[in-house]
């Protein structure tokens, strides 16, 4: 694939990405894509790392140009998390993959893939954005730490090479750049993971006990809209709610 590098091994694919848009002679062109076999620091949101077995999977940052002003950012998440998506149920036909709030990629209610958005703003205008995809492909053994994780293989019986997966992840983020917003947020809600279904949610700033609510969606701007069974609602930003 063109504008595509690979190492052997690096500490974050997103971070070396950062590093090379700082010191390149001339700006690196949009969809210019970072892989590694490995990463000694890989990160996740909320300070979390991000754990893959050596040369099992895919692990890649992608770099983008999203023509939107800073507070329309999720449209970033909603264009990546479902390319993602789209790649596991359309194009390897694993029916049952979902998008738990905000760009957790699961099968069912296991964990395949992990994604981290960093933005680099100017004014009112994004200047560029590097989303960091961890994708579980051929991998079985996980650790003990790791609640639910799963991969292509262990839910297909067949294992795919991680190049393969990141040309077809690339090609569907340049597709879904194109979508317009609302068509973005038409497509992702119907990846959403638990809508429509109630479920256990805690909201610590307002209590530290647990609500039965149900997804309604998510607003343009990215925040979660629940519902209880009083009808009562809540939105809530991507660091504000846990799933129980």
């Known amino acids: 694939m063109e504008n595509h590098v ?7 694919t ?6 090379l848009l700082e010191t390149a002679d001339k700006p690196l062109p949009p969809f210019f894509t970072l892989t590694a076999e490995q990463q000694e620091s890989g990160r996740g949101r909320q300070a979390k790392t991000w754990e893959s077995q050596n ?8 770099l983008l140009y999203p023509d939107c002003p800073p507070q329309k950012q999720f449209s970033v998440c909603r264009c990546v998390s479902l390319a993602v998506a789209e790649f596991l149920k359309k194009q390897l036909q694993i029916e049952n993959t979902c998008i738990k709030y905000p760009n957790d990629i699961y099968i069912a209610d296991r964990k395949v893939a992990g994604i981290l958005i960093e933005h680099s703003l100017r004014s009112d205008r994004i200047n560029y954005s590097i989303a960091g995809i961890g994708l579980n492909v051929n991998q079985v053994v996980f650790s003990e730490k790791l609640p639910n994780p799963t991969s292509i293989l262990l839910e297909t019986k067949q294992q795919y090479q991680p190049f393969f997966c990141m040309e077809a992840v690339v090609a569907n983020i340049k597709a879904f750049s194109q979508y317009s917003s609302a068509l973005l947020e038409e497509e992702y809600e119907k990846f959403l993971y638990k809508k429509n279904e ?3 949610f805690l909201i610590p700033q307002i209590s530290s006990v647990p609500i039965e609510a149900e997804i309604k969606g998510v607003t343009e701007n990215g925040l979660l809209h629940l519902c209880d069974r009083g009808n009562h609602s809540y939105f809530c930003g991507l660091n504000e709610v846990v799933f129980v």
């Not at 690979?6 to 974050?12: M, V």
């Not at 997103?14 to 590093?19: F, P, R």
């Not at 040369?55 to 890649?60: D, F, I, P, T, V």
């Open 14 to 19: 997103n971070t070396h990405l950062k590093q």
């Open 6 to 12: 690979h190492f052997k091994c690096l500490g974050s």
């Open 55 to 62: 040369g099992k999977n895919l692990l890649m940052s992608v």
């Open 198 to 200: 109630f479920s256990k």
